[in-house]
């Protein structure tokens, strides 16, 4: 596993030392440019479906729920090749996870960096 895995809004300032950048949105955020972004990748298909997006709507009170589901979405084939790349970055780089959303601890960042990590993982 990399030496260390953090997440953070796409629009932050990119501190030196972030490692490889990854943006883990479907869509691309609202307003920013892509040289502006200082993306090493940007990993749509990782993302929550657009279904459960839509479902979740950045409640925090389903975020429990979406955990589970969007846990469940990265062993499907939509999925997997995606979430396999992004174990293998983990796995030799720093990395930076990147969301548009607000409420990064409630976003697949969040998850994604957890269940890299290990942490707290229900496969």
């Known amino acids: 596993m990399a030496v260390h895995i953090t997440y953070r809004r796409v ?5 030196p030392g972030d490692g490889k950048r ?3 949105d479907r ?7 892509k040289q502006d972004a200082h993306l090493d990748e940007w990993l749509r298909d990782v993302a929550p479906s657009s279904e459960l997006r839509r479902w979740y709507g950045h409640e925090p009170s389903r975020f429990a729920e979406f955990r589970r589901r969007y846990l469940a979405e990265l062993r499907d084939a939509g999925h997997r090749e995606a979430a396999r790349h992004l174990r293998d970055l983990a796995a030799h780089d720093d990395l930076t996870l990147l969301t548009a959303t607000k ?16 942490r707290g993982r229900s496969e």
């Open 103 to 118: 409420d990064v601890d409630h976003s697949q960042a969040a998850v994604l960096a957890e269940w890299l990590t290990g």
């Open 11 to 15: 629009y932050e300032e990119t501190p």
């Open 27 to 33: 869509v691309w955020p609202r307003g920013m440019r």
């Open 22 to 24: 990854v943006l883990v």
